[in-house]
């Protein structure tokens, strides 16, 4: 297989923190949107008169899920086609029209198209997304620039709940000015990422004289492994965290404590502290300790903080450990590491179509299982929450027996030591 070969450019070693923000954006609008539509489909539930199956087949096709997954699949084979710079500077106007049928949805298939639309749209973002950061961080700092990119996606969710909360009072109004804020953000994204260059890495496969890989090279050998790993360990991690985030408001209602600013509070203090652990452990040694380790250290802790919730009685203290400590550890986790090694473990002419497939099969596995959590949570919570920590179980074991230590390496490098030459 040709190996890309980057040429001597005296800007491909500095940090353009700029161009890694604009990127990682991309993660701000994927949580907020999922956030935003959250708190959005309760209130158009009773305006409108959703019923159940509705609001489970928008939760599923939106850009929580199954949405997602197709945009991704989609866009990252067209990233690897047509460049990075093209799909994500587009896919935001795809995005902002998605968004803006929500802001203006007086209808119910208003509701359904604009979901659907945004989903598309989120996903495809993804891995243009983390491609190009992957490709134009400097070989010794990728983790890092990859880091602010997770940063991003735990501050989505923090300024949705707080705009939420602070527009409460205003009803529907307030939940359409909050989708109003994403597509400004959306819309001043094009514009900026329009002085954006393409990613050098991805140029060089362009070249006459190279011959791109097939597809099926992605389903053979240790590509394949690659595949199944990441799948693996975020996969599991996944189907927790899409589960876990929807009943947290369930536990603040049972526990009697469950006014709504102290249960948005909870939630930004889970957020902050994913943020807090991103950029003082993740950011700061991920280019210089075992990958291996640090991902362990935050799976077994996760499983600890998931764990209180099976183990104990629901009290206050319980959850506020649970809390404390899923929030911390989760900033060095199992995402971080997805967006890491999904572009690290693949070919430049293979990276995005390979980010796509992996997310594509993530997201629409958590869409086929959100329609099965309302009927375990109703039979026994504390079964559920067996059954969650035992995802987070799973997905550390996964990463015990494959996690892969690429710390320092360049993405060529990287490559050889796959392909054994």
Same mark, same amino acid.
């Given at each position: 297989?040709?190996?890309?070969?980057?040429? /001597?450019?005296?800007?491909?070693?500095?940090?353009?923190?700029?161009?890694?923000?604009?990127?990682?954006?991309?993660?701000?609008? /994927?949580?907020?949107?999922?956030?935003?539509?959250?708190?959005?489909?309760?209130?158009?539930?009773?305006?409108?008169?959703?019923?159940?199956?509705?609001?489970?087949?928008?939760?599923? @096709?939106?850009?929580?899920?199954?949405?997602?997954?197709?945009?991704?699949?989609?866009?990252?084979?067209?990233?690897?086609?047509?460049?990075?710079?093209?799909?994500?500077?587009?896919?935001?106007?795809?995005?902002?029209?998605?968004?803006?049928?929500?802001?203006?949805?007086?209808?119910?298939?208003?509701?359904?198209?604009?979901?659907?639309?945004?989903?598309?749209?989120?996903?495809?973002?993804?891995?243009?997304?983390?491609?190009?950061?992957?490709?134009?961080?400097?070989?010794?700092?990728?983790?890092?620039?990859?880091?602010?990119?997770?940063?991003?996606?735990?501050?989505?969710?923090?300024?949705?709940?707080?705009?939420?909360?602070?527009?409460?009072?205003?009803?529907?109004?307030?939940?359409?000015?909050? @989708?109003?804020?994403?597509?400004?953000?959306?819309?001043?994204?094009?514009?900026?990422?329009?002085?954006?260059?393409?990613?050098?890495?991805?140029?060089?496969?362009?070249?006459?004289?190279?011959?791109?890989?097939?597809?099926?090279?992605?389903?053979?050998?240790?590509?394949?492994?690659?595949?199944?790993?990441?799948?693996?360990?975020?996969?599991?991690?996944?189907?927790?965290?899409?589960?876990?985030?929807?009943?947290?408001?369930?536990?603040?209602? +049972?526990?009697?404590?469950?006014?709504?600013?102290?249960?948005?509070?909870?939630?930004?203090?889970? @957020?902050?502290?994913?943020?807090?652990?991103?950029?003082?452990?993740?950011?700061?040694?991920?280019?210089?300790?075992?990958?291996?380790?640090?991902?362990?250290?935050?799976?077994? !802790?996760?499983?600890?903080? !998931?764990?209180?919730?099976?183990?104990?009685?629901?009290?206050?203290?319980?959850?506020?450990?649970?809390?404390?400590?899923?929030?911390?550890?989760?900033?060095?986790?199992?995402?971080?590491?997805?967006?890491?090694?999904?572009?690290?473990?693949?070919?430049?002419?293979?990276?995005? +179509?390979?980010?796509?497939?992996? @997310?594509?099969?993530?997201?629409?596995?958590?869409?086929?299982?959100?329609?099965?959590?309302?009927?375990?949570?109703?039979?026994?919570?504390?079964?559920?929450?067996?059954?969650?920590?035992?995802?987070?179980?799973?997905?550390?074991?996964?990463?015990?027996?494959?996690?892969?230590?690429?710390?320092?390496?360049?993405?060529?490098?990287?490559?050889?030591?796959?392909?054994?030459?």
């Amino acid at each position: 297989m040709n190996q890309v070969q980057i040429v /001597d450019d005296p800007h491909i070693e500095k940090d353009n923190w700029k161009g890694t923000i604009l990127a990682g954006l991309a993660n701000y609008i /994927d949580s907020g949107s999922i956030v935003s539509g959250a708190a959005a489909l309760a209130l158009w539930q009773s305006l409108y008169g959703l019923s159940d199956n509705l609001l489970g087949l928008i939760a599923a @096709f939106g850009p929580n899920a199954i949405g997602a997954g197709v945009g991704a699949m989609i866009g990252g084979w067209l990233c690897d086609k047509l460049g990075r710079k093209r799909i994500y500077q587009y896919d935001m106007l795809v995005y902002a029209f998605g968004m803006s049928i929500l802001v203006f949805a007086v209808a119910p298939w208003m509701i359904v198209l604009g979901f659907i639309i945004v989903g598309l749209a989120v996903g495809a973002d993804i891995p243009a997304s983390w491609s190009l950061i992957a490709e134009e961080a400097p070989d010794d700092r990728r983790g890092k620039h990859s880091g602010v990119a997770q940063i991003l996606w735990n501050l989505g969710p923090v300024v949705v709940l707080l705009m939420a909360l602070g527009l409460s009072g205003l009803g529907d109004l307030g939940a359409r000015l909050v @989708f109003a804020h994403l597509v400004v953000v959306a819309l001043g994204l094009t514009f900026l990422r329009r002085k954006m260059r393409e990613s050098r890495r991805w140029e060089e496969t362009q070249k006459a004289d190279f011959k791109a890989p097939p597809l099926t090279e992605l389903f053979k050998g240790k590509f394949l492994v690659s595949i199944l790993g990441l799948v693996g360990i975020y996969g599991f991690w996944n189907l927790w965290a899409g589960t876990n985030g929807l009943f947290f408001p369930y536990l603040m209602e +049972t526990l009697g404590v469950a006014t709504r600013s102290e249960s948005i509070a909870l939630q930004c203090l889970n @957020f902050g502290l994913g943020m807090l652990a991103n950029w003082l452990i993740f950011m700061k040694f991920v280019d210089k300790v075992s990958h291996k380790k640090m991902f362990m250290i935050s799976a077994v !802790m996760q499983v600890v903080g !998931m764990s209180l919730l099976a183990i104990f009685p629901l009290s206050v203290p319980v959850v506020l450990a649970h809390v404390l400590i899923i929030g911390f550890f989760q900033g060095f986790g199992a995402q971080s590491f997805f967006q890491l090694w999904s572009a690290e473990m693949f070919p430049t002419a293979l990276r995005s +179509t390979a980010q796509g497939v992996s @997310f594509a099969i993530v997201r629409i596995v958590l869409g086929i299982f959100s329609f099965f959590v309302p009927v375990l949570a109703s039979w026994d919570f504390t079964l559920l929450a067996w059954i969650l920590t035992g995802f987070l179980v799973v997905s550390a074991l996964i990463g015990w027996l494959w996690a892969p230590d690429n710390a320092g390496k360049s993405l060529e490098q990287i490559q050889r030591e796959q392909q054994g030459t």
